[in-house]
């Protein structure tokens, strides 16, 4: 499995940005796409996870009700729409897969391929 993100760069506060991850060699089963996000010196942070299947999503509390994430199975690509961006968002933001269906848990284990990551940069 192969994932490119795109979509990063730089917007001013309350502005939007929207992420996408193109993916290659996903299985056939069910699977789970996430968006993570790392600032500088921290671990990586789960955000937004969605299933193949099911197409139900999760967030995590501090983007809940300004990003959506969303996946288009047969372009094999997912999305992150950022409304209402804060400084606080700036950040590295990266696509995983990972088998199954998606869970309010998104931990860093949880997914098995990575794409290299997309810069979100929020001025003020």
């Known amino acids: 499995v192969q994932l490119v993100e795109s979509g990063g760069g730089l917007v001013q506060a309350g502005g939007s940005l929207k992420l996408s991850c193109t993916a290659s060699?996903?299985?056939?089963?069910?699977?789970?796409i996430a968006w993570f996000r790392q600032f500088p010196g921290q671990e990586r942070e789960g955000i937004a996870s969605?299933?193949?299947?099911?197409?139900?999503?999760y967030y995590s509390y501090s983007v809940t009700g300004r990003f959506t994430i969303s996946i288009d199975v047969f372009k094999k690509r997912a999305y992150l729409q950022m409304n209402n961006l804060k400084p606080e968002d700036t950040a590295k933001y990266y696509c995983?897969?990972?088998?199954?269906?998606?869970?309010?848990?998104?931990?860093?284990?949880?997914?098995?391929?990575w794409g290299q990551g997309t810069q979100v940069t929020v001025t003020s």
């Open positions: 969605i299933s193949s299947a099911v197409g139900s999503a």
């Open positions: 060699g996903l299985p056939a089963d069910d699977y789970a």
């Open positions: 995983a897969e990972g088998a199954g269906l998606a869970t309010q848990a998104m931990g860093v284990t949880m997914f098995d391929y």
